[in-house]
């Protein structure tokens, strides 16, 4: 049985950090590409942060781009999101997700194995 597992979540205020884990079991980690998405209350899920199947190919929104951090252990099993800087429009859950692709793509289509989420609050 295939699970991927969020953890990290929280309250934090304005300027803190947060580092999110999402542990993967039940497929080979290592031949698959793990994305970052989160939902806002009342908007679309979008697209955070993505790696490739080494870690060595990594991708961010541009909101992401300069506060976020995506790693992976494939030894672990785990990828990973640090956050830092983190603002109220942050707030949200946060979901992670395995496709199959070789390169991080930012398309939620491109990912069929999805987690349950984390929930994060920013206070300001």
């Known amino acids: 049985q295939v699970q991927l597992v969020e953890s990290g979540g929280g309250l934090v205020q304005a300027g803190g950090s947060l580092r999110l884990s999402c542990a993967v079991s039940?497929?080979?980690?290592?031949?698959?590409?793990m994305g970052w998405f989160r939902r806002a209350p009342g908007k679309e899920r979008e697209f955070v942060a993505g790696t490739s199947r080494s870690g060595q190919n990594l991708d961010y929104a541009d909101f992401a781009r300069e506060r976020f951090t995506v790693s992976r252990d494939n030894a672990k099993n785990t990828v990973y999101l640090q956050m830092n800087s983190l603002k109220p429009e942050d707030a949200g859950t946060y979901y992670c997700?395995?496709?199959?692709?070789?390169?991080?793509?930012?398309?939620?289509?491109?990912?069929?194995?999805w987690g349950e989420g984390t929930q994060i609050t920013v206070s300001s």
């Open positions: 997700a395995a496709g199959n692709d070789w390169y991080p793509r930012r398309e939620a289509f491109a990912y069929d194995l």
């Open positions: 039940g497929l080979t980690f290592s031949n698959h590409i």
